[in-house]
């Protein structure tokens, strides 16, 4: 297989209407409240859909899983109970963020995804993987357990996805990666994603993929530098705790709170709910459930909303005037995301990242890349 030097096309869709997508998948979009498609998703998911393979260099934020989802949900056969398409991720968090992202886009489609994680009771996945989906969002280490006990079969994988690439170079996945793709058909369409592009990278485009599409995107980075920003220390299991007591706190008019995946969503705002007036924004939710929290937070009926990244992804939300990470943000381009809903059009803002035991390589991270600007907050959430 050869890299390829084609080049994508100059001209892209400005709205999602301008695709030519199911209506299932559309009903889909418009539930996430997506209006137009970001620059990657313009370029990558024509292409996708025509069954190109692809490099695409994109920084996170930019709107790359909805990039592939949609014409993975799209080109797959759902009355086929059988893997189809193969998704793989370098840690657990983005497996089930992806899960997630890719559940809320095939919903009306009947799309089932299986998310294949270590540090999961494997016998749960072979639960899973009995009612025949039609993706997995896979690590790799944990992928290859289940090919060796013969419980996943990838010689009936039509589409790969490898997303993060550099983060699985980082993490020593490479070998593991090939040893995969190897498993699958040749015939198989594949794309990468990647925020960089270091040259065992490319070696993987250059070995595995066919006259791939190159396309790279560079968008100007949100600043941050008008938000005071705060960190907390603070134990896994006192995360609920902390967070009550930076409500009681800070001076919170309207504050976006986010966390990883749509079940931790659910289970924060319920402990919140308890004292608080408390919406939900996440990917699983139907359009109408969606607009009645995104009005009742606008008119401060509920000031505090508990949110994925992906549904808050894109929406023209009121003044924000806290932004709190309970979940560590995967990379420091995440954080910015996030952290730049709130200090907008000259207002003041703050965002405070909780800093659990397992957050440490994040959060060296982003003191880097932030430096003084980036304090420890004055509360102490253990005195009495």
């Known amino acids: 297989m050869s890299v390829g030097t084609s080049v994508a096309p100059q001209e892209a869709p400005e709205k999602f209407g301008d695709l030519p997508i199911r209506p299932e998948t559309r009903r889909a979009i418009q539930a996430l409240g997506w209006s137009q498609p970001t620059p990657i998703q313009q370029r990558v998911i024509p292409l996708l859909r025509e069954g190109r393979d692809l490099v695409g260099q994109a920084q996170t934020g930019s709107g790359k899983t909805g990039a592939f989802g949609i014409p993975l949900v799209e080109r797959l056969d759902p009355t086929r109970r059988m893997l189809q398409v193969l998704v793989l991720v370098p840690t657990r968090e983005l497996a089930l963020q992806v899960a997630d992202d890719l559940r ?157 995946t749509q079940y931790r969503v659910d289970r924060l705002a319920k402990a919140l709910g308890r004292e608080h007036s408390v919406g939900v924004l996440h990917g699983g939710m139907r359009q109408g459930a969606r607009l009645a929290a995104l009005r009742a937070f606008a008119e401060k009926r509920t000031p505090i909303l508990v949110v994925t990244n992906v549904a808050s992804r894109g929406l023209d939300l009121p003044e924000i005037s806290h932004v709190i990470n309970f979940d560590m943000p995967e990379d420091v381009d995440t954080y910015v995301h996030r952290v730049g809903r709130t200090a907008r059009a000259g207002r003041p803002g703050t965002a405070i990242t909780f800093v659990g035991q397992h957050d440490i390589e994040v959060f060296d991270q982003l003191r880097k890349a932030l430096g003084p600007s980036l304090k420890r907050h004055p509360l102490n959430i253990y005195a009495s």
Not at 118 to 129: H, K, M, N, S, V
Request: proline share 6%; charged share 25%.
């Open 104 to 260: 809320a886009l095939g919903r009306y489609r009947g799309v089932a995804i299986v998310a294949l994680f270590g540090g999961q009771a494997i016998e749960r996945q072979f639960a899973e993987l009995k009612r025949r989906p039609h993706i997995a969002v896979a690590t790799p280490g944990r992928l290859l357990d289940h090919t060796q006990r013969g419980t996943v079969r990838l010689d009936t994988i039509s589409t790969v996805i490898l997303d993060e690439a550099d983060r699985m170079l980082d993490m020593g996945f490479l070998p593991d990666v090939s040893r995969i793709l190897a498993l699958t058909p040749a015939s198989r369409q594949t794309a990468l994603f990647s925020a960089t592009m270091p040259q065992a990278v490319r070696a993987i485009a250059e070995r595995q993929m066919r006259n791939p599409v190159w396309i790279r995107i560079t968008a100007p980075q949100p600043t941050v530098d008008s938000v005071t920003q705060y960190y907390l220390e603070v134990a896994e299991e006192d995360k609920v705790k902390a967070l009550r007591r930076v409500l009681r706190h800070e001076p919170v008019e309207s504050a976006l709170v986010f966390r990883r």
